[in-house]
């Protein structure tokens, strides 16, 4: 027992990594986190940490350690403009949503831009090429890509294995102040089969009490079978307007271990499991992020570093259990919900919704499923669990019964053998999905007049045409005007069904750049660029939707010394 005993605790000490920790700070101010490392998102978990601005853009960001620019990716969506630098000890530092790059940097993406003739380009300079001193200012911090407002998206990746690491393990607990234990918004319990909980064979909110002591009681739990837990919460970090994510789980049975994790580090790969890991259906339904402590069926996310029985009690007669959970931050404050739990026979006034459904999807193999001309192929573990369901065709629309179900993988839906189109019609058709009266665009397949498209909901379907070009408008300067005193030429764009797909802007027959972002709908060029010529200058803009619509806008205006 001994031996034991001294061979799990060198385990454990040597299991753990020691990160560097020479690192400054990416920016001047005060660090004030509005996103922790780990945090639930949309479809993903955070990969970073997200740095507030001051509502500002444009703050010098500098680079945290030596390295050198490995990567630059400069995107309408996503990070926007981001930088990546690799670093001699091993790590990749990365920064996210910026306004531009500094100096030669800049430069560099530039010169690529033109040559590509491309506002989105993805580059990766040699080791030689772009070398950086900690503290050399590389960019400046904005609001570029899929940002909801300015601030600075930072992160460490492990420059072997790419996996994204939480940047408070690289010594920035010295800029990050947290004082604060994480907040408790909810417990939920969950029957397992046919388990009826507190009256209840659906998932059951649980009240609780704060104690003296600050830990949380919750009222006692009655149930007659296999049961689990989740729980609503999350961290107050650098200030209390920010609800940020947790950094560690345990959970305890009678003082045993039985459900761990931490957002210690994680894959992109494993990232969406984070629709297995929280209630989907609660998410859908209520916008409620629950984080379950069980899963029924065992899958491949790393962060869950233990879990006994999948996390799912089996309470028995004659059977009292306290389960206790602990939820800390990174700064190892740490919240404390005690649950009592009791078995005893009950009826159930709240029963579960029919899954009578006559579709059985196994989700560890291949599905097929057709109906009329429409196919769904759903792929090997494309779901997380089997379940039941339904779907039909009607009036040209796939419809499923189960829509808070989430996917994983993508599902190919096939509308084969489309009738009644002219070729023109063909072209201009696409499987759009239906929302009431509104319709959105899905990337679409098509041979002859078979169309498909890969997607991850179990929304309604339908086909659908875009015949409508792009819109040019509110463009920022007069025609035949002289623009000596002006800095930029800009136009919105937008398009009313497939979205915008290219867009190319010309000065006198040559390509400029212009920048776009769609939050704002704006194309816009930099006239510092001096792509102009002394007198009159031609300015063109030629737009196209996903289904090849285009539209061309024209005009013209001087410059003149």
Known sequence: MRLFIILFFSATIFGQTNYPNDFISPLSIPIDVSGSFGELRSNHFHSGLDIK????????????????????????????????????NGYVSVYGHLKKANGVIEEYIRKQQYL????????????????????????????????????????????????????????????????????????VAYPIDSVVVNKSQKPIAISFNKQADGSYLASKVITNGKIGFGINAYDYCTNP??????????????GVLYYQYDFETFSFDESRYINNLIDYERYKEMNQRVQKLFHNTPYPLSVIKYSKNNGIINTQPNASYNYKIEIFDFHDNKTTIIIPIEFQNQTATILKSDTNKPYLLRSKVENNFTKQNVSVYIPENSFYD???????????????????????????????????LTNNQLEKTFIASVEGYKVYYNKTYRKGN????????????????????????????????????????????????????????????????????YKTKKLIHALSDKKYVQGRNDFKVVVTDNMQNSATFESHFFMNN
């Open 53 to 88: 601005t001051n509502k500002k853009e444009g703050l010098d960001v500098f680079a945290v350690a030596d390295g050198y620019v490995s990567r630059i990716k400069i995107s309408t969506y996503g990070y926007g403009k981001a930088i990546y630098i690799t670093h001699p």
């Open 450 to 517: 078979t169309f498909s498209t890969r997607v991850r909901a179990l929304d309604n379907y339908k086909l659908a045409q875009d015949t409508i070009s792009p819109r040019i408008y509110n463009v920022n300067f007069v025609e035949g005007r002289n623009l000596n005193n002006q800095e930029t030429l800009s136009v919105s764009i937008a398009d009313n069904l497939s979205g915008i797909d290219t867009y190319n802007a010309y000065l006198n027959g040559e390509w400029i750049l212009m920048e776009y972002d």
């Open 241 to 254: 307007y920010n609800k940020n994510g947790l950094y560690k789980v345990n959970a305890y049975l009678n």
């Open 386 to 420: 089997d379940f039941k369901f339904d779907f039909d065709v009607k009036e040209g629309v796939l419809s499923f019964s189960e829509k808070d179900i989430p996917i994983h993988k993508n599902i190919t839906i096939t509308f084969n053998n489309v009738e009644g």
């Open 116 to 187: 590509q003739k491309s506002f989105e380009v993805e580059m990766f300079p040699s080791s030689n090429e772009l070398p950086v001193k900690q503290g050399d200012i590389i960019a400046f911090s904005g609001n570029s890509g899929g940002s909801g407002g300015p601030h600075l998206h930072f992160e460490f990746r492990d420059s072997k294995t790419e996996k994204t690491v939480n940047p408070l393990h690289f010594g920035f607990t010295k800029f990050v102040s947290d004082k604060r234990e994480p907040f408790l918004q909810g417990i």
